[in-house]
């Protein structure tokens, strides 16, 4: 479910016209509903509070590489929600918007020293190990300051899932985790070290995952291992199981899928973890922010061919780069509503940046699009914006978040200072 829908001819997100938020902010925008991230962050916690036995066994840590706007980390904190973050920066934003170290847990196969020595004195909820490397560093730098560090192993379970071969984290063949055959050995290392606190297994297996298949398997293997560990005496207290959850890029009119999908996650891992005595942490991203977002484009030009017809749009790759990147699709919606039985075209929509890469569709039948329609790419609120960038020096472009009847730019479409203004020439 979400909240975009048509009202009197416009595209609306809650109570605000899209189109008056194109007009305040310009275009190419991210628009945001709190209300649909408030509805899905509820369902989500209430599922993994049930399937862990109550609300204190179930920590729900939001990835916030998927969106990390302000307003909806705030709202996010707002709900109680916990972060899973991957730089130093991501740390920063998390602690700014409101969410309590306390509450925050620490991934990624690349941290640097200077990262964890963050970490370890911002006095995170937990450091999720990857390599036996980074046990030792962790040790090193949580020792030399007199702290023991609460860490977990990720464990690569080799079973990999997702929706696109990139975005597939759990096989043996990815970077990710220390290797299922290695966890006891690593396992018993941590135990013995001064500036470690070891308490449990990790895994995340992938992104955009709709079957719930491999990741029951993945957590069938948690289960092995973490039987294996304590059967040398030593304890797990915490499984952490990631995120993946996928949602539904093509949007069925009656839609309801990423709560039918939460609930049976909820069952299997109820069912795969019954009787562990564990708390279990889990790191939703897209299944929270996904259709809570849109990016909203303006039509510039129409360049026909023989065998085609391009729409030229003002939004481009480097605004949203899933299409180019993972050969994504996205929905879209013209902001003002079709007429039923109305005129349909075929078109490449492109945007404006120098390489054939720059398409979001080809052959996509719309209702017809004129130069200076508003047209709105569905299901943008996770991994747009978050994965923007500057090329072909165009400036980031604006975030918005609806709350009801009211809209807020809570980042402004970065300036050219901002983007040119910080380079140096070298004074030799
Ligand atoms: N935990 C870890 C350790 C992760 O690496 C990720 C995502 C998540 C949780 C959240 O996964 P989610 O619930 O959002 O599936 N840019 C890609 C997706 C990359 C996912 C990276 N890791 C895309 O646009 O599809």
Redesign the pocket.
């Known amino acids: 479910m979400h909240h975009f829908h048509y009202r009197d001819g416009q595209l609306h997100a809650e109570d605000v016209a899209v189109a008056d938020i194109a007009a305040a902010a310009g275009t190419p925008v991210y628009v945001y509903s709190l209300a649909t991230i408030t509805r899905h962050y509820r369902l989500y916690a209430e599922a993994m509070a049930r399937a862990a036995g109550g609300p204190d066994r179930a920590h729900i840590f939001y990835?916030m590489?998927?969106n990390s706007n302000i307003a909806v980390l705030e709202t996010l904190a707002g709900l109680g929600a916990g972060a899973?973050v991957?730089s130093e920066g991501e740390i920063r934003k998390a602690v700014r918007a409101g969410i309590p170290a306390a509450k925050i847990v620490f991934?990624g196969v690349g941290k640097t020293a200077a990262e964890l020595a963050y970490a370890v004195d911002a006095g995170l909820y937990q450091v999720?190990i990857e390599t036996e490397g980074e046990l030792e560093l962790l040790n090193r730098i949580a020792a030399a300051k007199g702290k023991r560090q609460a860490a977990v192993f990720r464990v690569n379970p080799d079973i990999g899932a997702g929706?696109?071969s990139k975005?597939t984290?759990g096989s043996d063949a990815n970077k990710f985790g220390v290797s299922f055959s290695e966890a006891e050995r690593l396992y018993a290392r941590a135990a013995n070290m001064e500036g470690i606190a070891i308490k449990g297994l990790a895994v995340?297996i992938g992104?955009?995952?709709d079957e719930l298949g491999d990741l029951q398997a993945a957590f069938r293997r948690m289960r092995q291992v973490t039987a294996q560990i304590r059967g040398t005496g030593l304890s797990v207290e915490r499984l952490d199981l990631?995120?993946?959850?996928g949602i539904p890029y093509h949007i069925p009119k009656d839609f309801r899928h990423g709560p039918d999908l939460i609930d049976a996650y909820a069952e299997m891992v109820s069912r795969e973890t019954g009787g562990l005595d564990v708390e279990l942490g889990f790191?939703?991203?897209?299944?929270i922010v996904g259709n809570a977002g849109i990016m909203v484009t303006r039509a510039l030009y129409l360049n026909p061919r023989q065998s085609k017809q391009f729409l030229v749009v003002d939004a481009a790759m480097n605004d949203l780069v899933?299409p180019a990147m993972?050969e994504?699709y996205h929905e879209i919606w013209p902001v003002n509503e079709p007429q039923e039985g109305g005129k349909t075209v075929a078109y490449d929509v492109v945007g404006p940046i120098c390489e054939s890469g720059d398409t979001f569709t080809e052959g996509r039948v719309l209702p017809e699009v004129k130069p200076g329609d508003l047209v709105a790419f569905m299901t943008a609120g996770?991994?747009g914006a978050t994965?923007a960038s500057t090329y072909n020096l165009r400036p980031l472009i604006p975030e918005v978040v609806v709350k009801g009847d009211r809209f807020a730019v809570t980042r402004p479409r970065q300036t050219y200072e901002d983007l040119i203004g910080i380079d140096r020439s070298p004074n030799w």
């Open positions: 990835a590489k998927a899973d991957v991934s999720n929706g696109h975005i984290t995340h992104s955009l995952i990631g995120g993946g959850l790191e939703p991203g897209r299944i899933r993972y994504a996770a991994y994965m």
